[in-house]
């Protein structure tokens, strides 16, 4: 593919592309830390890439993203940011459908809700956090990409994609990525759907 464009590029939006970049940068500086990274310096970092997330989106003032709007708050708290992802990418339920469900009474709800503080909890002390079902790195690329034709590719194009994006540093099995973007949207069309 040397010289020439990879079909990925032309169908996935250049907003997607930086972002991921990104998000890479990001991800890897927190790796060089470290296999421990202590967690006030990979908060910095994180807030550094919310920070150039921002000026990447306001390069494209017209550029909407319905998903992430519906998956996030997008708080300018960075703590109810991350609660929000740790609980929809453990249970695929969102956190504040799942308050309201808690305000019902709903059990079930309480249960996951809790689940997701004590996740919180242990994460910003650094404690374990036992792992989530799809790879952390590619659920984010997957999310980030949903709206910007990441779901038109391929399965090679996608595993060329996040070959070249993905922060995970494995090469990547078309087949496996493509289900873990099935799980992925049917999770979105649920959280859609309550
Ligand atoms: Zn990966």
Sequence with gaps: MSGETNSWERKVHQAFRLGAEAFKEAMQAIKRVGPNPPPKIAQRIEGRLFSKLQEIWAQYPDLKSPTT??????SPDLRLNDVEHLHWRRHGKL????????????L???GRVNRTLNDYVAWRRGQYVKDFKIDPDHWTLLEMGFDFGLNDLSAEELADCFDALCPCGRSHDADALKKQ???????????QNP
């Design 181 to 191: 973007r099935s799980r992925v949207k049917s999770a979105i069309k649920k959280a």
């Design 108 to 110: 079930d709800a309480f």
């Design 95 to 106: 956190h504040h459908q799942d308050r309201a469900r808690v305000h019902a009474d709903d």
């Design 69 to 74: 709007g519906l998956l996030y708050s997008s």
